[in-house]
């Protein structure tokens, strides 16, 4: 087979390394990629055309007849990328535009959880200024989350400890346009604690296959703190998903969710990635996603011990079968180092161009994300330029083991936490 991986980070990266090694693949184009993957991986070939160029992108798959597709980043997706491919009779691992609205309209899938009886948190739905804050006046909650409908890059959701900061946070998305559109669509919903677990499941609209789960560390700076990030770093099995919980989780969340989808006539292929809470009162839906996660997908694919292309392909072609995924026992741990000022909103710009040297010899698997190669150099290109993923029998042993390649890697103004999977682990053991 002929596959092309669209999208350019470190998922992309983990995804063409895991399907190079499929004995199905003759050959694996990536669209754009970037220039560390193709320094890492030499049998993967380059495509200059951006992930958003859809029309582009076809041209590309008719001309070289590429037999699958698989889809990295939801913009991709929300542009239709899928309908446009299967229009024109092409295999494509990913949802419809119609189906990944889970992912870019949150009354979307709160519509859906509610239809399906999926658990999540209480919430009300508004489209003006005035109900929104006349809400907030009147509830007896104290603490509350704001949510703008739309694709927001992270910046769409608001944690309110008070009145006053809900009151502000809507103020902010519908008055002073602050995403840089003026949000028409917004949620208030109830405020849970717990830890948060991700699950990955695959779908062929029909049939739902367990992945996999793993818990993102999205503040920049250890214990927490700092400004939001695309995920500085992942666990994986999550620490917090005991025996018993993938039934639940499958039962109550994944399967009616594609259950619905499907009632609809707008059935949901591809990966279903669900951000979930463990509340005291059991396993409620934050949101969903309808992609892989980037950095889980650097840490899932180095667990999966199954061949991954016959798997896509049969989310493609709609024949997945519910048999179960064979995962490695091992526990992963993936570090990511990001570049001088990221994510840049601390009022510094998120620095290119620094060289980054590498030792010889890694213990953890490299993944490479914001770099560019010039002249056989390798140089960071803003953003998360690369993480590093160890496996172990523990978790303890996978980020010594992740930690030992961390120091050894050199850029200027490196930033990375030295807490991934720390807290988790501390839980877990208090728990007992
Ligand atoms: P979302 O994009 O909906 O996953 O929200 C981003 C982050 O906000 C989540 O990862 C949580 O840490 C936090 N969050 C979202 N909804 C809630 C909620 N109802 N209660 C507490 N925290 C939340
Ligand atoms: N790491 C979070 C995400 O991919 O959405």
């Not at 494509?92 to 509610?114: C, D, H, R, Y």
């Not at 929104?132 to 509830?139: D, G, M, P, Y």
Request: aromatic content about 8%.
């Amino acid at each position: 087979m002929k596959i092309l991986i669209v999208g350019s980070g470190g998922r992309e990266h983990a995804l063409a390394w895991k399907i190079l090694q499929s004995i199905k693949v003759r050959q694996v184009f990536v669209a754009p990629g970037n220039g560390g993957m193709f320094h890492k991986l030499p049998n993967l070939t380059p495509v200059n055309i951006k992930a958003t160029e859809v029309e582009e992108l076809l041209a590309f798959v008719l001309k070289e007849k590429i037999d699958l597709t698989v889809v990295g980043p939801e913009n991709s997706l929300s542009l239709g990328i899928c309908d446009l491919f299967k229009a024109n009779g092409l295999k494509v691992f990913g949802p419809s535009k119609a189906a990944a609205q889970l992912e870019s309209s949150k009354t979307f899938a709160k519509e859906i959880m509610q239809a399906a009886n999926v658990p999540t948190a209480a919430y009300k739905a508004f489209k003006n200024f005035q109900a929104a804050s006349e809400f907030i006046e009147r509830t007896p909650w104290t603490q509350m989350v704001v949510k703008a409908d739309g694709l927001a890059a992270g910046k769409g959701v608001v944690v309110c400890s008070d009145k006053a900061a809900a009151f502000q946070a809507v103020k902010d998305f519908m008055l002073n346009d602050i995403l840089g559109f003026k949000v028409q669509d917004l949620l208030i919903e109830e405020f849970l604690v717990g830890p948060e677990v991700s699950v990955f499941a695959l779908s062929d609209g029909n049939n739902v296959t367990f992945l996999g789960t793993a818990g993102d560390h999205k503040r920049l700076r250890d214990h927490d703190q700092g400004p939001n990030t695309g995920g500085m770093g992942v666990i994986s099995p999550s620490p917090f998903f005991n025996d018993g919980d993938e039934e639940v989780v499958m039962n109550k969340i994944i399967k009616p969710t594609i259950a619905e989808m499907k009632k609809r006539g707008m059935p949901f292929s591809g990966v279903l990635f669900a951000g979930l809470m463990k509340t005291p009162n059991g396993y409620k839906t934050l949101e969903f996603n309808v992609r892989f996660g980037d950095p889980e997908t650097q840490a899932l694919m180095t667990l999966i011990e199954d061949d991954i292309v016959p798997l896509f392909l049969a989310c493609a072609e709609g024949v997945l079968h519910n048999t179960s995924i064979e995962m490695s026992p091992e526990k992963a741990i993936h570090v990511v180092m990001a570049a001088h000022g990221y994510p840049g909103t601390e009022g510094i710009s998120v620095r290119s161009g620094d060289e980054i040297t590498l030792p010889i010899e890694l213990k953890s698997k490299i993944f490479f994300a914001g770099v560019d190669r010039k002249d056989g150099h390798l140089l960071t290109a803003g953003g998360r330029v690369l993480g590093l993923t160890a496996l172990a029998d523990t978790y303890e042993a996978a980020r010594a083991k992740a930690y030992g390649d961390v120091v050894k890697i050199n850029f200027a103004g490196a930033q990375f936490r030295t807490d991934i999977g720390v807290q988790g682990l501390t839980k877990e053991a208090l728990r007992g």
